[in-house]
């Protein structure tokens, strides 16, 4: 049997696996997801080897791929893929409604290199540094392109001495991570962050970074969700209070990172078996991770007789309540979630984190995603890059808008317009293709968006159709009678219903219809 025949039974199998696991009449989402998961990888992996085999790869010497080879198999890098207009319409839509928000607060732009020296980069996202990507070397600059955008924020506020600033960066990241292409998940990708750096008051620019994500997320109608909260001081605190040793504060927040997609009984044995701690001090953690709530959770917490004994934790809970009461104030506590399951890996964050997760979905759903945003406060990382070690605090969120498209993209019905046409020239017979460029002139002198077709003599039918297959709302028809007369008629597309217009009145007429 062939490695291919073998993939095929494995995918049979696992196929069968799924079916029986969602047909059970309790079924179990983390179970069915995870099964899911292997099932995509099987096919990923016997379509990897069928285009191998098309290429030569299979077995002896390829023949070398020369231009025009019809041999060749094209296909996107591993985790990548092609938008076509459709996708692109949608994409430039999600984020123009992001930039408009962005603005709303006040933010303006910047740009940073799509890479970096590879030592800017290290020893800031924790277990996370093994999916940076490495370039070769580069004229002696050993380089890697950047895994998200607050590191190269960090170090464009540190190199230019910037010591307040409020920014958003739209652009593309780039991590050597297993993809999920259904769930959204990429090797490149966009990231949308709003960021605010400064020396302000407490909670107040956290504050805003938690509306910020709530109004984004309501306004492109992704679903129902929650902004789950958490602190990393009282994160510390917590482990400390359950007993483990400050060097192992890190390497047991990345276990606790793992409770949003793995249950608490594989944490648990992670944290035991490859992570060294103690059962009783694990089982501890376990009591508070569970925990969530709001303000009354706060209360609760601060009464907790083993963290009332730690500092940093309670500054870590003297700044969620504040939080709260600032979260209630600009109408979004309802949409969050103190939540002390949440730990957020990265290594630069010192105090509030936040990660938006949508509800709702199901787990053996291809289209399931999980968290769309995420971010918290990095006071320390500044400075790491500021030449005289000139601290900058910040606070900022990331918006996972590649899970956002996904979503959308399944939920989109029927065809999405791809154009901007507002109104097409037409003629209705031979010779008057002249005409329609003088026409066609005018309009785009006016700033109205038109088109017309780049044949001579196209039939009028075959124009209206093109008019009606891209949605543009409006047609000018040209006739030689009409003409004579200084007249054209307008067509409206959807009604079909047509009206004279006259030649000098035609821009007016077309302003009014468009914002009618």
Request: a neutral charge; proline letters at 3%.
């Amino acid at each position: 049997m062939t490695e291919k025949d073998t993939l095929a039974e494995s995918i049979n199998i696992q196929g069968d696996v799924v079916r029986k696991l969602k047909s059970a009449s309790k079924p179990d989402k983390a179970k069915i997801n995870e099964e899911v998961q292997k099932l995509l990888a099987l096919k990923e992996k016997l379509k990897q080897l069928q285009l191998d085999d098309a290429n030569g790869a299979g077995g002896g010497s390829a023949a070398p791929v020369e231009p025009g080879n019809r041999n060749l198999s094209l296909k996107t890098a591993k985790g990548t893929r092609d938008y076509g207009p459709e996708a692109m319409a949608l994409r430039q839509r999600v984020l123009e409604q992001v930039i408009r928000v962005f603005r709303k607060h006040g933010a303006e732009t910047i740009d940073t290199p799509v890479f970096e020296l590879k030592e800017v980069l290290t020893g800031k996202y924790g277990e996370d540094s093994k999916l940076i990507y490495d370039l070769k070397d580069q004229g002696g600059e050993i380089l890697a392109l950047r895994y998200d955008l607050t590191v190269p924020f960090a170090r464009y506020v540190g190199m230019g001495n910037v010591f307040n600033i409020k920014r958003y960066h739209i652009a593309k990241v780039y991590r050597r991570d297993n993809p999920q292409i259904t769930r959204g998940r990429y090797r490149e990708f966009y990231q949308c962050d709003f960021d605010i750096a400064g020396t302000y008051d407490p909670m107040l620019p956290d504050a805003e970074c938690v509306k910020v994500v709530a109004e984004i997320l309501t306004e492109l109608g992704v679903g129902d969700f929650v902004v789950k909260l958490n602190h990393r001081k009282l994160l510390d605190g917590m482990f400390e209070a359950c007993g483990v040793s400050a060097d192992k504060f890190r390497t047991a927040c990345s276990s606790v990172d793992k409770l949003d997609k793995t249950p608490w009984d594989e944490v648990r044995r992670e944290m035991i078996d490859e992570k060294g701690l103690d059962e009783a001090t694990v089982d501890r953690i376990g009591e508070y991770v569970r925990l969530h709530g709001g303000a009354e959770l706060v209360d609760r917490l601060a009464q907790d007789e083993r963290l009332s004994r730690i500092k940093g934790a309670m500054e870590g809970l003297e700044d969620m309540r504040l939080l709260l009461q600032y979260c209630q104030i600009l109408q979004v506590a309802d949409r969050v979630s103190f939540d002390l399951s949440l730990a957020r890996g990265l290594d630069y964050y010192t105090g509030v984190i936040y990660e938006a997760v949508l509800q709702g979905t199901d787990a053996g759903d291809e289209i399931a995603v999980g968290s769309v945003a995420g971010g918290g406060r990095y006071d320390n990382l500044v400075g790491m890059f500021n030449p005289k070690r000139k601290q900058v605090p910040c606070v900022g969120v990331s918006i996972g808008v590649e899970r956002i498209f996904s979503i959308l993209e399944a939920k989109a019905a029927g065809k999405t317009r791809t154009n901007e046409t507002e109104v097409y020239v037409a003629s209705a017979h031979k010779g008057l293709h002249l005409k329609r460029l003088e026409i066609l002139n005018t309009l785009w002198s006016a700033g109205i968006k038109a088109e017309h077709s780049y044949k001579l003599n196209p039939k009028l039918l075959a124009q209206l159709q093109h008019c009606e297959e891209y949605q543009i709302p409006f047609a000018i028809v040209l006739g030689d009678g009409e003409l004579s007369r200084g007249v054209v008629k307008l067509r409206e597309i959807v009604t079909r219903k047509e009206e004279e217009v006259a030649l000098d009145a035609l821009v007016d007429e077309i302003r009014k219809r468009l914002v009618a």
